[in-house]
C-alpha cells in the first residue's frame, strides 16, 4: 500500500522551489495558486531568505502551493492517482494539501483557507510571546509530567521521543532550565505555540470561512492529525482542519494507522525529508520516497508503481460508504438490510484497547448491503456498510 504524505512548517528551504520552476507548467500553475494567496510564491520559493520564508503567513501558503503542484506533476493525469494510492496524511498545515489531493475541498479552497489560516495564526502568535521547543530523547511519562508542570503544551508527537512543547517563553526558559531527565532541547524557530490554546483565535477566523466552503467525501481515505483516525466524510475533514490549529499534531497515531494499514512505501510531497526521515525510524521496513527535485519524478512514478493499490473507496458510486475510523472490534447498532436511516444515524462503534469511536450516517439513507457482521475485527478503513441516499424533497 501506498501513503502519499505532506509536511508542515518548518520543512520550507530556501530556494527549494528553484528547479521545479524550469518547467513552465509547474511555473503557471503555481502563478495561479499565486493569485489566490495574494503572494507571490514564485519568489518566496526561490528567492526569499530563510527568515522570509519563516514567517507564518509566507511559509503556509508556498508548502500547500508547492505540495499541490508537484502532485500535479508526478500524476499528470489526476484520476490515476485514486486507484493507486491508498491513503493520504498531511502534518498540520500539510493536512490542507492532503485534503486538497483527496479532493475533498478544492486547491482553490485550499489556498484560501491556508492564507487566512497563516494570517490568523501570525496575528494570534503576535498578542502574547510564544514558541515552541523540540525535546528529544527522555523517558515519556517523564517528558510529559515535566511539560505539564511547566504549563506546556506537547503540541506534536511525531514519534517515541520526538515530542515538540509550546508555550509562553516564559515556561519554556522555565523548562530549558529544569529538562526532562536524559532528554535534549532543540528551541525551534517559529512565531508561536502553534497547536495550543495560544491560536483559539484563528480558530474562530477559520471556523467562521469553513460555514462558506462546499466539500466532497473524500476519493482517497484521509488520516487525521487529531487522532489518527481514517475519514471518509469531507465535512469532518474540514471540521478537523480547523480544530487542528488549536490542538496538537499526533503523528504518532498517524504513523500507528499506516502500520495498521499495511503500508509498504510513503511517499512525501516537496519539500520533502522530514516526514520520510520521521518513517524511517518508526516504521522500520516500509519503504520511503523524498520527493525533493523534477529530476526525481521518473523514479518517484516507478515508486507509486510498485506500491500503488487501490483505494478501498469506490471513485462513482451510487451508494455512500461508511468506513472504520480504526482498527478495533466493531459493534453494530443499525438496523437491517433494507432499513432506512436518518441523517447523522448512528450505525455502530468501534471499540479499541485505546477507547471506542462512533460511526455515523451523515447523510442517512437505506441499508444496501452490511459488508462486516456484529462483532468482527476491522481495520481502519475497513468499508463497513453501503447506503443508498436518500431522495431530497424539493
Given at each position: 500500500?501506498?501513503?502519499?504524505?505532506?509536511?508542515g512548517q518548518?520543512?520550507q528551504?530556501?530556494?527549494?522551489l528553484?528547479p521545479w520552476?524550469?518547467?513552465?507548467?509547474?511555473?503557471g500553475?503555481?502563478?495561479w495558486?499565486?493569485?489566490?494567496?495574494?503572494?507571490?510564491?514564485?519568489?518566496?520559493?526561490?528567492?526569499?531568505?530563510?527568515?522570509?520564508?519563516?514567517?507564518?503567513?509566507?511559509?503556509?501558503?508556498?508548502?500547500?502551493?508547492?505540495?499541490?503542484?508537484?502532485?500535479?506533476?508526478?500524476?499528470?493525469?489526476?484520476?490515476?492517482?485514486?486507484g493507486?494510492?491508498?491513503?493520504?496524511?498531511?502534518?498540520?498545515v500539510?493536512?490542507?494539501a492532503?485534503?486538497a489531493?483527496?479532493?475533498?475541498i478544492t486547491?482553490e479552497?485550499?489556498m484560501v483557507?491556508?492564507?487566512?489560516?497563516?494570517?490568523?495564526?501570525?496575528?494570534?502568535a503576535?498578542?502574547?510571546?510564544?514558541?515552541?521547543?523540540?525535546?528529544?530523547?527522555g523517558?515519556?511519562e517523564?517528558?510529559?509530567?515535566?511539560?505539564?508542570q511547566?504549563?506546556?503544551?506537547?503540541?506534536n508527537?511525531n514519534?517515541?521521543?520526538q515530542?515538540?512543547a509550546a508555550?509562553?517563553?516564559?515556561?519554556?526558559?522555565?523548562?530549558?532550565?529544569?529538562?526532562?531527565?536524559k532528554?535534549?532541547?532543540?528551541?525551534?524557530q517559529?512565531?508561536?505555540?502553534?497547536?495550543t490554546?495560544?491560536?483559539?483565535?484563528?480558530?474562530?477566523?477559520?471556523?467562521?470561512l469553513?460555514?462558506s466552503?462546499?466539500?466532497?467525501?473524500?476519493?482517497?481515505?484521509?488520516i487525521?492529525?487529531?487522532?489518527?483516525?481514517?475519514?471518509?466524510?469531507?465535512?469532518?475533514?474540514l471540521?478537523r482542519?480547523?480544530?487542528?490549529?488549536?490542538?496538537p499534531?499526533r503523528w504518532?497515531?498517524?504513523?500507528?494507522?499506516?502500520?495498521?494499514?499495511?503500508?509498504?512505501?510513503i511517499?512525501?510531497?516537496p519539500?520533502?525529508g522530514?516526514?520520510?526521515?520521521i518513517?524511517k525510524?518508526?516504521?522500520?521496513g516500509?519503504e520511503?520516497?523524498?520527493?525533493?527535485?523534477p529530476?526525481?519524478?521518473?523514479?518517484?512514478?516507478?515508486?507509486?508503481?510498485?506500491?500503488?493499490t487501490?483505494s478501498?473507496?469506490?471513485t462513482?458510486?451510487t451508494?455512500?460508504?461508511?468506513?472504520a475510523?480504526?482498527k478495533?472490534?466493531?459493534?453494530?447498532?443499525a438496523?437491517e438490510?433494507?432499513?432506512?436511516?436518518?441523517?447523522?444515524?448512528?450505525?455502530?462503534?468501534?471499540?479499541?484497547t485505546?477507547?471506542?469511536?462512533?460511526?455515523?450516517?451523515?447523510?442517512?439513507g437505506?441499508?444496501?448491503?452490511?459488508?462486516?457482521?456484529d462483532?468482527?475485527?476491522?481495520s481502519?478503513?475497513?468499508?463497513?456498510?453501503r447506503?443508498?441516499?436518500?431522495?431530497?424533497?424539493?
Amino acid at each position: 500500500m501506498l501513503i502519499i504524505v505532506a509536511p508542515g512548517q518548518g520543512a520550507q528551504t530556501p530556494g527549494f522551489l528553484e528547479p521545479w520552476l524550469e518547467d513552465p507548467q509547474f511555473a503557471g500553475r503555481l502563478d495561479w495558486l499565486s493569485a489566490v494567496a495574494g503572494l507571490d510564491l514564485a519568489h518566496y520559493g526561490t528567492k526569499a531568505d530563510a527568515d522570509t520564508i519563516r514567517d507564518t503567513a509566507v511559509a503556509q501558503p508556498l508548502l500547500v502551493a508547492s505540495g499541490l503542484v508537484a502532485a500535479l506533476a508526478l500524476f499528470p493525469h489526476p484520476a490515476d492517482a485514486f486507484g493507486k494510492i491508498g491513503a493520504v496524511a498531511g502534518h498540520s498545515v500539510g493536512e490542507l494539501a492532503a485534503a486538497a489531493g483527496a479532493r475533498a475541498i478544492t486547491a482553490e479552497q485550499a489556498m484560501v483557507l491556508v492564507r487566512e489560516r497563516g494570517k490568523a495564526m501570525a496575528h494570534a502568535a503576535a498578542a502574547t510571546p510564544t514558541g515552541m521547543t523540540a525535546v528529544l530523547g527522555g523517558d515519556p511519562e517523564e517528558v510529559q509530567a515535566v511539560l505539564a508542570q511547566h504549563g506546556l503544551v506537547a503540541a506534536n508527537v511525531n514519534a517515541a521521543g520526538q515530542v515538540v512543547a509550546a508555550g509562553t517563553l516564559e515556561q519554556l526558559a522555565a523548562l530549558a532550565d529544569n529538562p526532562p531527565a536524559k532528554a535534549r532541547l532543540m528551541p525551534l524557530q517559529v512565531a508561536g505555540a502553534f497547536h495550543t490554546e495560544h491560536m483559539r483565535p484563528a480558530v474562530d477566523v477559520l471556523g467562521h470561512l469553513a460555514r462558506s466552503v462546499s466539500v466532497h467525501d473524500p476519493r482517497t481515505p484521509v488520516i487525521s492529525n487529531a487522532d489518527g483516525r481514517v475519514l471518509h466524510s469531507g465535512t469532518e475533514v474540514l471540521k478537523r482542519i480547523v480544530s487542528q490549529v488549536a490542538n496538537p499534531v499526533r503523528w504518532d497515531l498517524c504513523l500507528e494507522t499506516m502500520r495498521d494499514l499495511g503500508v509498504t512505501g510513503i511517499l512525501e510531497m516537496p519539500p520533502a525529508g522530514t516526514l520520510t526521515n520521521i518513517a524511517k525510524r518508526a516504521l522500520p521496513g516500509v519503504e520511503t520516497f523524498a520527493l525533493k527535485t523534477p529530476d526525481q519524478l521518473d523514479e518517484a512514478r516507478m515508486f507509486v508503481d510498485k506500491h500503488g493499490t487501490p483505494s478501498t473507496i469506490d471513485t462513482s458510486p451510487t451508494w455512500r460508504l461508511l468506513v472504520a475510523p480504526t482498527k478495533g472490534t466493531f459493534v453494530r447498532e443499525a438496523g437491517e438490510e433494507g432499513d432506512t436511516l436518518a441523517p447523522a444515524s448512528k450505525v455502530g462503534v468501534v471499540r479499541s484497547t485505546r477507547d471506542e469511536t462512533a460511526v455515523t450516517a451523515p447523510h442517512g439513507g437505506t441499508i444496501v448491503e452490511w459488508l462486516v457482521e456484529d462483532g468482527d475485527l476491522v481495520s481502519p478503513g475497513q468499508p463497513l456498510v453501503r447506503l443508498h441516499p436518500e431522495a431530497v424533497p424539493a
